[in-house]
Structures are given as structure tokens and as C-alpha cells.
T-cell receptor
């Protein structure tokens, strides 16, 4: 049990549609990261939010966007879905060495299928 | 650039066999290193970690030693069980420009048979 909860667990969307994935942390971390894990590959960093602002981004196009709310829950939004967006999307509370947390805790993920 | 390379799978072993999954990395500085495990249909669970050179991480019979001279963090277990069947990911942690991110290898699938 990592204390990170994601919803929904599975989702099927049509190419061109938009999707919103959600994440919440029991402990109310002020930082959240999102990763994309394509089938048979390792997770890839999408972006990180700190206190409601994006403060780091991986090699993903602008149609991948996010929000973080005052209660530190978070959303990942993907516009104009493409078939290659089919993947497991993972939310994580990243390490925070300043607080002594040296590891990331991941949610169970949302499996997105684009048809 | 920064990257992680793992041995390709699948690795198929009989129960009680010895396991090694190789992992090497390329990174600037001295990153923290991790092994994560992913069971079917689930997210990632931290298996073990090491934060500096020569550190040995261990958990549930698995071990890995942070070797700076060979830039490696190989995962080992002396006697695997069927319940160890999963996908194993090696990862390094980078701090850059005020944020941090994990860089993962492609994963190694382990199948253990009775």
C-alpha cells in the first residue's frame, strides 16, 4: 500500500478524443509526478507538479497537460488522443530528500486503450 | 545522456535457482539507484535501493550493490520462488533544475517454474 490512488483503473477512448486521469495521495504530498509506461517498456517521465505549478517536463508534446489542486490531488489530461497513447499511466509521489524521503511511491496506474 | 540498460528477458528459472539480472547505467554525478518490481496488472513497487557507491540494498532475499567503478547495480537472489515471477525494472534518480525524475530500464521479465 503506497497511499497513492489513481482512477479509473481502465479506460477505453477513441482516437481524437480527450481524456482525464486522476491521482490522489493520502499523505498530501505537495509534489506529484506522472509517467507513461507503454506495453513492454519501462515508465517514461511525463512531468512533475509542485505546489500547483509544472516544474519539470519530459519529452512529451503539449497535448499532455496536468493540473494539481490545493488539496494536492492531480490530473493528467491528454488531448487529441493517438493510438500510441495507449499505455499504463502512473502517478507517483517523488523523492524529497529534504524531508528524508528517498524513494518514489507509485499508484496502481490507469490502463488507457485508444482505439 | 542519462540512461539505464538491463539484460533482456524473459529470464526463465526453476524454483530455488540463483537469479542475476544485470543493470548498468550512464549518468552525470552520483545518482541513487533502485530496483522496482511489477506484478501482473499492478503498478510499481520498490524492491530495494542504494543511494551511494558501495551501498548494498536488500529486501525479501534480493540484493544489489552500487558499483561506481563499473556503473552497475545488478540484482541477485540466491533461491527464487514461483511468487517472484514478475517484471523487474532498474532505475536511477536524477535531480535537475529543481525537479527530480526516475529513468527506467526497459524491464526484465522473470518467470519461475515449480
Amino acid at each position: 500500500e503506497t497511499g497513492v490512488t489513481q482512477s479509473p483503473t481502465h479506460l477505453i477512448k477513441t482516437r481524437g478524443q480527450q481524456v482525464t486521469l486522476r491521482c490522489s495521495s493520502q499523505s498530501g504530498h505537495n509534489t506529484v509526478s506522472w509517467y507513461q509506461q507503454a506495453l513492454g517498456q519501462g515508465p517514461q517521465f511525463i512531468f512533475q507538479y509542485y505546489r500547483e505549478e509544472e516544474n519539470g517536463r519530459g519529452n512529451f508534446p503539449p497535448r499532455f497537460s496536468g493540473l494539481q489542486f490545493p488539496n494536492y490531488s492531480s490530473e493528467l489530461n491528454v488531448n487529441a488522443l493517438e493510438l500510441d497513447d495507449s499505455a499504463l499511466y502512473l502517478c507517483a509521489t517523488p523523492p524529497s530528500p529534504g524531508t528524508g524521503v528517498t524513494e518514489a511511491f507509485f499508484g496502481q496506474g490507469t490502463r488507457l486503450t485508444v482505439v | 545522456g542519462n540512461s539505464v540498460t538491463q539484460m533482456e528477458g524473459p529470464v526463465t528459472l526453476s524454483e530455488e535457482a540463483f537469479l542475476t539480472i544485470n543493470c548498468t547505467y550512464t549518468a552525470t554525478g552520483y545518482p541513487s539507484l533502485f530496483w522496482y518490481v511489477q506484478y501482473p496488472g499492478e503498478g510499481l513497487q520498490l524492491l530495494l535501493k542504494a543511494t551511494k557507491a558501495d551501498d548494498k540494498g536488500s529486501n525479501k532475499g534480493f540484493e544489489a550493490t552500487y558499483r561506481k567503478e563499473t556503473t552497475s547495480f545488478h540484482l541477485e537472489k540466491g533461491s527464487v520462488q514461483v511468487s517472484d515471477s514478475a517484471v523487474y525494472f532498474c532505475a536511477l534518480l536524477l535531480f535537475s533544475g529543481g525537479y527530480n525524475k526516475l529513468i527506467f530500464g526497459a524491464g526484465t521479465r522473470l518467470a519461475v517454474h515449480p
